[in-house]
């Protein structure tokens, strides 16, 4: 049994499919295809079974799934020592962050860090709050961020920002008129949502709570899966929607969705990290990267402003926060 054998094992299980696990993995089928039959065979045992163009895991490869994982992990773990060893000429740092955070508030500071850091590789894969934590607790990726909160005891979680959020309609929205709206009206309108487990959902969730609502009150006229689907759907008049400013801002100065006077509270970004993992010079030096960003943005604020107000563009939409809720060191 190989570490290659094991990652496409892991691919094919994920995927359910060894067409795209191959193509995902820069194999042919019929490669990917031998080495899942190499497994089986060796140990006299089903993984999959085929019924058709479809595969599914048998319960011994679901059993086996977990065990692949953690010594695909293991063997990261590994690397990433080894990476130390050579300083941060090269090495690996892998993310996992939810939509907002993954399109609009960590390219650039991805860019930043290989900027100083260009030997080390940054994969990111993009989710939703659940699917990240998931990602993190299964050791599939180095560090997550996430909007969403997160009840997973094996996690380490820091705050890293906050983000600012308000309900957005279109200009002929009947709100459009209004000083202010209150979540109690929340059910006088339809709304356009992200699908549960996203960290947007959330917080709406939390807003109806506060006024003993829930989501199922709500007229829902659209449930997608993507922030950018979700403007897209308000801007044409299918009702408002709760969403970050990173994801309007530039909708708002041009006038094609309003912004409705409703207090919602911030939103906590999240990084998280698996607290038995190692924190390899990478990690840490990506950690310090948000610091001195962090300063930085404090101090600019500080000096326009009096440290009290805030600034309305895309990348500033967020304000600069670092402090640790678990207390587990980076």
Request: glycine residues 6%; charged residues 25%.
């Amino acid at each position: 049994m190989t570490l290659e054998q094991l990652r496409i094992f892991v691919a094919v299980a994920e995927r359910e499919h060894v067409t795209r696990a191959a193509a995902d993995l820069n194999l042919t089928q019929s490669a990917t295809s031998a080495a899942i039959a190499a497994l089986e065979h060796r140990h006299a045992v089903k993984l999959f079974d085929r019924v058709g163009r479809r595969i599914a895991l048998t319960d011994a490869g679901r059993l086996f799934l977990q065990e692949a994982r953690a010594i695909l992990t293991r063997a990261a773990v590994g690397e990433q020592v080894l990476s130390d060893l050579a300083g941060l000429k090269r090495g690996r740092l892998s993310f996992a962050a939810s939509q907002t955070i993954g399109n609009y508030w960590l390219p650039q500071r991805l860019a930043a860090f290989r900027k100083r850091h260009p030997g080390i590789e940054t994969p990111l894969v993009i989710g939703n709050t659940e699917t990240v934590a998931a990602a993190i607790h299964d050791g599939l990726a180095d560090i997550g961020l996430v909007e969403g909160e997160i009840d997973d005891p094996y996690l380490a979680q820091e705050v890293v920002a906050t983000d600012t959020m308000s309900i957005v309609v279109a200009p002929e929205h009947p709100w459009s008129a209004r000083d202010a709206v209150t979540p109690d009206a929340f059910g006088e309108t339809s709304w356009v949502l992200r699908e549960p487990g996203s960290g947007t959902r959330q917080l709406l969730e939390t807003v109806l709570r506060r006024v003993g609502q829930t989501i199922a009150d709500l007229d829902i006229a659209l449930e997608l899966p993507a922030n950018e689907a979700v403007r897209a759907a308000v801007e044409a008049g299918a009702g408002a929607s709760l969403m970050s400013r990173l994801v309007f801002a530039t909708a708002l100065r041009s006038g094609v969705l309003l912004e409705i006077p409703v207090e919602i509270p911030p939103r906590r970004f999240l990084m998280l990290r698996q607290k038995e993992r190692y924190v390899g010079r990478a990690a840490q030096a990506f950690r310090a990267l948000l610091d001195s960003e962090n300063l930085a943005n404090t101090s600019e604020h500080s000096a326009h402003d009096g440290g009290m107000g805030r600034r309305s563009d895309a990348y500033s939409a967020t304000e600069p926060l670092c402090r640790r809720a678990t207390g587990a060191a980076w």
